[in-house]
Every structure is written in structure tokens, then in C-alpha cells.
């Protein structure tokens, strides 16, 4: 696949709006931040933040994907079985829970991450890192950028289209990026969140895993 050259936007002026957007919304918001901390806290317990490492924006020195740790406020319990193993999702996730993923509140930790540089706000979705061995040449392009708070295949369907057409409007997102572009991704996004659309709460309930639908192939 041949890439699309970069325009100033994706190559300079993008990362000054990731970090003005991401400075207003801790700025203004680190109420909502230290209420939802709180809530988390006597909820759900501690932790209050839910860390894992992601695949970011591939190193041009390495050629891998730079490995990050993103932050979202956690949805879960830590609740376990008498063998000490971890109940599954369904069962650990509580109404509280269920309530920061479908208004998305869960995500808004990630401020911080835009603002390290690790992710922007309009960018392919970052997902596991068990998933890096099963993206085909032209999808792992989808790593050329850094991975968005939302994107292109989140205001498409979000988890609940097939991962072929996920993927393919990732790469779609990296070869056509623009500041139009982002606006219009930054308003329907808003717009899906306020109406709550596309937004499955219990994931294992409409996707599989990427890793484990294409080794079985």
C-alpha cells in the first residue's frame, strides 16, 4: 500500500490541538475528574485507575510499535472465585461500571495520555498488544499515526462492526488525515455519546478477540 504523503496538519499542528484540547479538559474538568475518583474508590475499591499496556505510534528508529500504559478509571471489581482466579467480566462489572462505560466517562483518564504525547484525540483506537502478531502489512499502517481517544471506525460502529471493516477505517483515518476531518469525527463522536449509540457495555458479549478469531482461521 502506498502511504499519502503528510500535510502540515498531521505532521505539526495536530499535536499543538492534542495538547491545548487535552490542557482544557484536565483544566477544566478536574472536578469531574476528583468526583468520579471518589465515586470509584467506594464503589469499586482501589485501584481507582485501570492501567494496561498498548501499542502506540510505530519508532521510525526501531520499527515496532512504542509500548504505552494507558489510563482509564476502572469498571470493575476484583471479585474472584474460591480458587483466587478472577470472576469473568460480566460478573465483575457493576451497575456503577456498567454506567462510566456507557456515558464513557471511563475514557476521560486519557487526557493524560494525549498530553504525554503517548495517544492524540482523533486516532485509530489503541488496542492490545496480543494483537500486534495478527495485523495483516496494510493494517498495522494503522500504527503510523497515534492511537486516538475516538476515531473513524468509533463513529462507524465502534466494537460492533466485524474487525476486517474496524481496521480498514483505521487505515482509511491514516491516509486521509485532516483538521476537517478530525472536527467531524470530534462532533459525532459528542453527538454518540450523548445518545448513548454504538456503545457496547459488556465487549465480550459482541467481539471476539482479534488474536483468537484469527488463529483459529
Known amino acids: 500500500m502506498e502511504k499519502r504523503r503528510k500535510g502540515l496538519y498531521a505532521l505539526i499542528f495536530?499535536?499543538?490541538?492534542?495538547?491545548v484540547c487535552s490542557?482544557?479538559?484536565?483544566?477544566?474538568?478536574?472536578?469531574?475528574?476528583?468526583?468520579?475518583?471518589?465515586?470509584?474508590?467506594?464503589?469499586?475499591g482501589s485501584?481507582?485507575?485501570?492501567?494496561?499496556?498498548?501499542?502506540?505510534m510505530i519508532d521510525p528508529k526501531t520499527g515496532k510499535e512504542r509500548i504505552f500504559r494507558l489510563y482509564k478509571f476502572r469498571t470493575m471489581t476484583d471479585a474472584r472465585d474460591e480458587n483466587g482466579v478472577l470472576l469473568p467480566d460480566s460478573v465483575r462489572l457493576?451497575?456503577?461500571g456498567a454506567w462510566l462505560r456507557s456515558t464513557s466517562l471511563d475514557e476521560i483518564p486519557e487526557a493524560f495520555n494525549i498530553l504525554k504525547g503517548d495517544m492524540?484525540?482523533?486516532?485509530?483506537?489503541p488496542l492490545l498488544v496480543q494483537y500486534l502478531p495478527y495485523?495483516?502489512?496494510?493494517?498495522?499502517?494503522?500504527?503510523d499515526v497515534r492511537p486516538g481517544l475516538s476515531g473513524l471506525a468509533q463513529v462507524?460502529?465502534?466494537?460492533?462492526?466485524?474487525w476486517e471493516q474496524r481496521l480498514a477505517y483505521d487505515v482509511e483515518y491514516v491516509n486521509n488525515i485532516s483538521f476537517l476531518g478530525d472536527l467531524k469525527i470530534i462532533f459525532k463522536t459528542?453527538?454518540?455519546?450523548f445518545a448513548k449509540e454504538d456503545i457496547a457495555v459488556d465487549t465480550d458479549v459482541v467481539e471476539t478477540y482479534l488474536d483468537q478469531e484469527r488463529s483459529s482461521r
Request: glycine share 4%; aromatic share 10%; net charge positive.
Open 14 to 19: 495536530k499535536r499543538l490541538f492534542d495538547i
Open 23 to 44: 490542557l482544557l479538559v484536565i483544566i477544566l474538568f478536574a472536578w469531574l475528574y476528583a468526583i468520579i475518583a471518589v465515586m470509584v474508590r467506594i464503589k469499586l
Open 47 to 56: 485501584p481507582v485507575l485501570f492501567m494496561q499496556d498498548r501499542p502506540g
Open 94 to 96: 457493576t451497575p456503577f
Open 120 to 125: 492524540s484525540l482523533i486516532g485509530p483506537r
Open 135 to 143: 495485523y495483516t502489512e496494510e493494517e498495522r499502517h494503522r500504527h
Open 156 to 162: 462507524n460502529g465502534r466494537n460492533l462492526v466485524k
Open 190 to 193: 459528542i453527538k454518540k455519546v
